[in-house]
């Protein structure tokens, strides 16, 4: 074990918050493996998710005044990213089972699925920002083809406010979009 006068020789020397980092890894990493192992019951995605934490960290550093308040944000950030993971996994699961559902004529490429699968992350995360009612409406219009009085009988509330909801869920759409159009643009050449 180090003492934290020679990790300040070994911590890197460009800023205080890179160095506040430095120090937290050194501190509560083999923690936070433990942890987020004990939680998944995956060494693989343990590492690959504290691993993960400690990126944002470095993202956005913090300083913090107690190492129980350093353990507390590092397990806030490493239960999202977990949520995050299983939410992931759900998909890709629900994809395979329709897939698996489907004539093999119809199995679509592995480029196509990957597309899918990249489609239906994006939306999940669209909807997961939208209130509850309002994901609800979108899903149930344009998913299974309800009618607006059909999911305001389901929802308990008005057409018009299906409508709304519907809106605003299409208005998360193209902002994804712009955006993701926005990261293309900034990487294209």
């Not at 937290?24 to 923690?31: G, R, T």
């Not at 397990?75 to 996994?89: E, Y």
């Not at 699961?93 to 489907?102: D, G, H, I, P, V």
């Not at 992350?121 to 609800?136: N, Q, S, V, Y």
């Amino acid at each position: 074990m180090h003492s934290r006068d020679h990790q300040e020789d070994v911590a890197p020397a460009a800023n205080p918050a890179m160095q506040q980092v430095h120090f937290l890894y050194s501190d509560h990493h083999n923690w936070l493996y433990g942890w987020l192992r004990f939680r998944l019951g995956d060494a693989t995605d343990a590492a690959d998710l504290a691993h993960d934490t400690f990126v944002r960290l470095i993202a956005r550093p913090r300083c913090f005044d107690s190492s129980q308040e350093a353990r507390a944000y590092l397990r806030t950030i490493a239960n999202g990213l977990c949520i995050d993971l299983w939410r992931h996994r759900e998909i890709e699961r629900a994809w395979l089972e329709t897939l698996a559902t489907q004539p093999e004529a119809y199995a679509p490429s592995a480029e196509e699925q990957t597309a899918v699968l990249q489609a239906l992350h994006e939306i999940d995360g669209m909807l997961r920002h939208l209130p509850l009612k309002a994901a609800r409406a979108f899903v149930l219009a344009m998913a299974c083809g309800m009618t607006h009085q059909e999911v305001a009988r389901e929802l308990g509330v008005s057409s018009r406010m299906v409508g709304h909801y519907i809106t605003r869920a299409m208005l998360h759409c193209m902002q994804l979009e712009a955006r993701n159009l926005g990261q293309a643009g900034a990487i294209a050449p």
